[in-house]
Every structure is written in structure tokens, then in C-alpha cells.
């Protein structure tokens, strides 16, 4: 607030619920990330405005691949961004789950 900030991110760590005790600017943006159910109902009781899912193609502890992705992110009613591991090789994969919108660092490098 201090810093008067368009928005925030809460990482998918993050279950406070804090913030939403403080009166925020009407277009302030909140985001969040997870990696399962569980840490996606955490996010909507933050009220976050997306959540970004992970990992979508990385291969990492938190992999979830195009099966387990559309089925969580399904769970939700808020706007869900795809992260981890997408790419110019695998962008056409993106169309199969039906969500618009992604995130990456490795495809903009």
C-alpha cells in the first residue's frame, strides 16, 4: 500500500490471508501461483484475479503435464495461466487446453 502498486503476487508457499483486510485500489491485480487442488482453493480464498498452474511441459517435482493440468485448472472459476517448460516446439499443445492465455521465461528468451 505504501508503495501504491498496481497488484501483487502470492506464490503458491504463500496461505496468508492478511491482504484482504486492507482497502485496495479498484483495478489492484492479485495473482497467484500452484501446483495442485489444494493450493488452488488456497488461492481463491485469497481472492487472487489468476492463478498461474505449473508445470504445464517442465518435468520437474511439480509436473503435471496436458492430462492433470486440464483437470485442475478445470477445478476453478478464476482465470488460470499456464507456466513451466512452454515453448516454441510445444505452443501448438497449448490449443488442446483450451486457456488463451500462458507464461514462460524460457519461451521469450
Known sequence: MKLDLDGVYIPSFNKSTKHLAY???KQFKIIGSAHNIK???TKEIQKVNSIFVSSLFK???NYLGINKFKLI????KK???ALGGISKKNLNKLKLLNNSEFAGISFFE
Open 23 to 25: 482497502s485496495l485500489k
Open 39 to 41: 493450493e488452488i482453493k
Open 59 to 61: 518435468k520437474n517435482k
Open 73 to 76: 485448472s478445470n477445478l476453478t
Open 79 to 81: 482465470k488460470v495461466v
